[in-house]
């Protein structure tokens, strides 16, 4: 039996049947759009080109945070007297007006045939790999007869002129340079680049584009070392962001290549006054980058709106209004669930504690409490340093208003954080430290016998971990001597009183003549061999608490209040 297969045939074109008959072409969409030189772009687009006259532009779109665009573009093309077409995936760098035709992406030339080759369905068109990867378009192709798609009619859109071709040059060499890694190609980037911005004074329309296309060469050279000067590469961003204020379509990104200079060079040079700014910047740029794009993937990674975050927490603490403005602003840089908001809340909980102690404004230790509490809550594991800090914040708001809920939550709390830190922990000395200085404190609130024995029992451990040698063992000393005085004046037990003078006398040793605790020091050995003289009546504990004294006011000037403490005691004694 003869079976009879039906085919489906396609209109084929050929030199003699192209008058009256047209290609339809859709350009649906792109992915794996990598640019060659890594810059960021405003935006990718499609152009075909027939000839000299049939050239053709897509609109410029976004491109996402996955490397893809969707367009969904059609243009309608006669074929008539040429046997194929070119299309090329380029990058503009500018979303308002355009400087030359931007980057090359890829670049494929095609017959009708193997355009026509993929029937009526949509087809994937790989170019050749960039970065690894190979880009491509997602496009449908039909025969019409008729060109009736108005919105995809060709056009001579793509800017051709002396400036236009330089910058295009420039594109193309420093593509090259990052490609290849020739020096001599950055060379020829910047040096045509240079030419446009000498035709375009500041007057001219396409200055801030010649400016930014300059510093981008440079500054990627500064980055690889093949160049020395980013103080220039600053400015000429700088000065491209100032021709492109608020609202104008290019603001955002002459924002983030502004960022990129600050970063650099405060990675190289350390500088705050860069990093400062940078925070200022991206506080700014980030609303302007919808979540999805790629330049919001990028300004909000590790390279980006993280380094700043990270940098700024490495700022010396700054009481001062502008000082705790940059910490407010560096935590709106970490929303809720971000890994470093954590960081940032502690930071401006220190900063706002620190003017607390300064200024002894109520609301300041009350809001340094609430971002440690958030910071806290943030890190349901615990976090010893956060912990000890909102416990800290905890005792001062207590000295200052009397709450004993304060100071019971924070010794809570420094429990806490001693059990984050076992035997052997490197900080656990510090953990010790913090609940035994608490520990007192609510000695002398409620007179409780078991807290001073607990805050003895926690320096005398913290003390073994700072032996002899450590660089902070007088603290230890000073703190369990203390602990031991506080004991005797409740207990009255003489070898407490004996152990503290003996660890006041090694403190004493330890310190220089010229350190700024000396005087405090003397203070309370002169005041423990008084306690020990009104005890046992020995001429010699009195005589010498007489020249510690002495010793001590010599040591103050005269203007400060500790000296009257120790003129006090001298009279006493």
Known sequence: MLRVVHRLFRPTITRSSFAGQYIRLEIISGKNLRVPSQRIPAGIYVSTNVDSQRRWKSAI?????????????TVTISPCGSPGFSIEIRASYEADRMLGNGEIIGKL???WDELLDHGDEPFDLSFPSVRGVHPSLTLKVAVVHACDNQNGALSDSLV??????????????FAQYVTRNRVSHLNHAMRHFQLVLDQCPASHPDHATALTNLAWARLIGYINNDLQDIDATTSLFRDALALRPQRHPDHYLSL??????LNWRHDKKHTAADIREAAQLYHELLPLCPEGTYLRSIAAGGNGVDYVIRGCSKLPKDTSDEGIHLRRVVLELCPLGHQLRPRALNKLGQAVEARFLKCGSIDDIDEAIQFYREANFMC??????Y???LAYSLVLRFDHQGEPNDLDEAI????EALRLRPVGHKSRHSSLDNLGGALIARFHKRGDIDDITRAISLFREALTLRPPGHPRRDTMLNNLALALKTSYDKSDVSEDLNEAIDLYRESLRLTRHDHPDRPAILFNLSSVLCSRFTQAQE???????????????????SLDPDRFFSYMRLRVA
Do not use: F
Request: with cysteine; net charge negative; hydrophobic share 35%.
């Open 61 to 73: 779109k976004v491109l996402s945070s996955e490397e893809s665009v969707m367009w969904g573009n």
């Open 539 to 557: 001429n010699e504990d009195v005589e010498e608490a007489i020249t510690l004294c002495q010793e001590s006011m010599a040591a103050l000037s």
């Open 109 to 111: 030339k095609m017959s």
């Open 380 to 385: 349901p594991e615990g976090h010893a340093a």
């Open 387 to 389: 912990l000890n800090n």
């Open 256 to 261: 983030y290549n502004l960022t990129e200079a």
């Open 160 to 173: 051709d002129c002396e400036i236009a071709r330089e910058t295009d040059t420039g594109h193309a060499r």
């Open 412 to 415: 809570s709390l420094h429990e």
